[in-house]
């Protein structure tokens, strides 16, 4: 059973519509349409058991040491090793180039230069002219 208001429905409990519906046309009391969730036997079933720990960081299950993935072992190669980390073209921050067509600190350079060819502003640093 239902009603358009809804409340029933999402709060487990008979609106008051319900309850004088309940009252008036039927025998049945108003507990017996209440949502069974909502009995103690139901709530003292829920913690008859006992509740295990979820495990975390801090307290992880128990692990089998037989299962564990050992890391594979290393042989150095000849030669010096290499001190630094090798840092990814990802990792690694963009530098600024002077473009050779606008002469300016950019991140693009002649073929890639934004400005149309021929017009580029002749400045100091510029050493030849095209054409
Ligand atoms: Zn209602
Ligand atoms: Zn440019």
Redesign the pocket.
């Known amino acids: 059973m239902s009603?358009?208001?809804?409340?029933?429905c999402v709060n487990g409990f008979p609106?008051?519509?319900?309850v004088q519906c309940i009252l008036r046309y039927t025998t049945q009391t108003v507990y017996d349409y209440i949502d069974p969730a909502f009995i103690t036997e139901c709530y003292r079933n829920a913690y008859s058991h006992p509740v295990v720990p979820i495990p975390d960081v801090e307290k992880p299950n128990e692990v089998d040491e037989s299962n564990k993935v050992v890391a594979p072992t290393v042989v150095k190669g000849p030669g010096r090793q290499k001190k630094k980390r090798y840092i990814p073209r990802s990792e690694k921050p963009r530098k600024k180039r002077m473009c050779g067509h606008c002469r300016k600190l950019t991140f693009h350079n002649k073929i890639t230069c934004p400005d149309p060819p021929g017009e580029a502003p002749i400045t100091a640093g510029r050493r030849y002219q095209l054409n």
């Open positions: 009603c358009t208001c809804g409340r029933w609106c008051s519509h319900a």
